[in-house]
């Protein structure tokens, strides 16, 4: 093994490092009657499925969770990102979102939460542990019922970075 060749190196002021990582998901979380752009979202446990979600106390759906209880994760994809730029910058509290953001919304499967039919997938989820994390909780949900629409794939879905939407690029290899 021979040592490291030197590569030249760029430093990084705090708030640009997130720019480390690659492009995370981003989601259209519905309630009962709100939509809210969420791209903190991560898987917390397999078995059971659980998904969390960090919500600011300041938004409204914050308080919507607290009394509701239930979420539904939906999908979208490229197509969507209008929806997603209105639900990431209106609040609830000022309007009907689904109306503002052109969304069509159905009852889902097994929660009150209500599902976005355009979007590829929607996760059901009841809430069942709230973690506190300064200026927002991460609602942990647990999966209830899924669903997606007919050649939706994961690999469409929307993503964002710092500074712009993604779709993923091409598998590469096997896992
Ligand atoms: C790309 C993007 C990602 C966002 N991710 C989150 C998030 O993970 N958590 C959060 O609390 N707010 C997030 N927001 C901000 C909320 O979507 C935004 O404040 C929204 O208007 C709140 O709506 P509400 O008051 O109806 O709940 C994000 C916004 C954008 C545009």
Redesign the pocket.
């Known amino acids: 093994m021979s040592p490291a060749q030197p590569c030249e190196r760029v430093p990084l002021s705090p708030t640009s490092m997130l720019e480390l990582l690659p492009p995370y998901p981003?989601v259209l979380v519905t309630t009962r009657g709100?939509a809210?752009?969420?791209?903190?979202?991560a898987y917390f446990t397999f078995r059971p499925l659980r998904i969390g979600?960090?919500?600011?106390h300041s938004?409204?759906?914050?308080e919507?969770l607290r009394a509701e209880r239930e979420f539904v994760v939906n999908v979208p994809d490229a197509s969507l990102i209008g929806a997603?730029?209105v639900?990431?910058?209106?609040?609830?509290?000022d309007g009907d979102?689904f109306q503002a953001a052109g969304l069509e919304w159905e009852a889902s499967m097994q929660v009150g939460a209500v599902s976005l039919p355009g979007c590829g997938a929607q996760i059901e989820c009841r809430v069942v542990r709230e973690i506190p994390f300064e200026h927002?909780d991460w609602f942990i949900g647990e999966v209830v019922a899924a669903q997606k629409r007919v050649g939706h794939a994961g690999a469409k879905a929307l993503m964002?970075g710092r500074h712009a939407y993604w779709i993923p690029g091409a598998e590469v290899a096997p896992r």
Request: charged share 15%; aromatic share 0%; hydrophobic share 35%.
């Open positions: 981003i709100n809210i752009t969420i791209n903190q979202i979600i960090g919500v600011a938004r409204h759906t914050h919507l997603v730029r639900c990431g910058s209106l609040s609830g509290r979102k927002r964002c």
